[in-house]
């Protein structure tokens, strides 16, 4: 619909269908189109990452404004929560391996809410942390609902209450009671790094998975039209002079735009290089061997992946 407001799309293109804005007719028929496999439901049910490509390819798109706006990365669609204002959030959602969805770290809350990562390194911690706890549980048939969703009653007087650890000590005692094997919390996130890693190099095998997959649309981080600016617009601009120690007053709309973008996209880079520093990879984000070697994943197969890249 967006495509199609700005004139990248026609009643010609689409075969006939009106996708102005809202008109929830020509929803419907796209969908339906979608499930039979016909006309221009056959595009649009390819997802974002192949409809931004024939865009660009057959109707003179502007690949930028097509990688602004499309929600996906990896090939993707976005898990729709609205993470402009959570650069943790941004990174959970991007750094995902399989693409932005939030079952490797949710972190939007303790972000922006509870304000318990603050710095870089407090949400590189949080971006290594969390994602490997929660693979844990897919690796042993678990299920992540006893973990943190109801909280014990002095959860937070602990000294890391957004972990819950009076939970995560349960579950060391579930895995320790049914595989008489030795665990503590230290080791289950070991456990974790070995398949995350090797999952990571799996993809890397695939052609994926380097600092450039690791990018977000530009949606997801700011405001990619002058009608999203000044829909909030007293927040950016109080933003710019708080976070930029920018006067807004008498700067036109798109000035104020890309100062906050600069701003915005130097921030989420630096996410990434602590990310990729605390997770033991190099800032091309490709896992050291010698971070392999020191989580048990130095397996001939992999370090012959990971060669190619450094």
């Given amino acids: ?62 690949p930028k404004l097509l990688q ?27 750094f995902a391996l399989k693409g932005p969805q939030h079952d490797e770290a949710w972190l939007i809350f303790m972000d922006m809410v509870n304000n318990r990562i603050p710095t870089f390194e407090d949400k590189a911690e949080a971006l290594h942390y969390f994602p490997m706890f929660r693979t844990w549980f897919g690796l042993q048939g678990l299920c992540k609902l006893p973990w943190n969703d109801i909280e014990p009653a002095n959860n937070a007087e602990t000294d890391e209450p957004a972990k819950v650890p009076e939970h995560v000590q349960n579950y060391v005692d579930i895995y320790k009671a049914i595989t008489g094997k030795p665990m503590d919390k230290h080791e289950l996130i070991r456990q974790s790094e070995r398949v995350y890693n090797f999952q990571k190099v799996f993809c890397m095998r695939m ?32 933003l710019l002079q708080s976070k930029q120690g920018i006067d807004p007053a008498g700067k036109p709309t798109a000035e104020k735009m890309s100062l906050l973008r600069e701003y915005r996209e130097d921030q989420y880079q630096q996410l990434i290089d602590a990310v990729y520093k605390r997770k033991g990879w190099t800032p091309e984000g490709i896992p050291t061997i010698e971070h392999l070697q020191s989580i048990g994943m130095d397996l001939p197969e992999v370090i012959e992946v990971v060669k190619r890249y450094l």
């Fill in 1 to 62: 619909m967006e495509c199609y407001e700005y004139g990248i799309l026609n009643k010609e293109r689409t075969g006939g269908i009106d996708l102005t804005w809202g008109n929830a007719d020509g929803v419907f028929e796209l969908i339906h189109q979608m499930a039979r496999g016909e006309g221009f439901g056959v595009i649009v049910g390819q997802g974002v990452k192949r409809m931004k490509e024939v865009f660009a390819r057959n109707y003179n798109a502007d």
């Fill in 207 to 238: 052609g994926k998975g380097r600092r450039s997959d690791d990018i977000p649309p530009y949606r997801a981080v700011g405001p990619v039209t002058e009608e999203e600016y000044l829909s909030r617009q007293e927040r950016y601009d109080s």
């Fill in 68 to 94: 602004d706006i499309g929600m996906e990365a990896k090939g993707l669609e976005f898990s729709q929560y609205l993470s402009k204002e959570s650069l943790a959030q941004q990174g959970g959602y991007t």
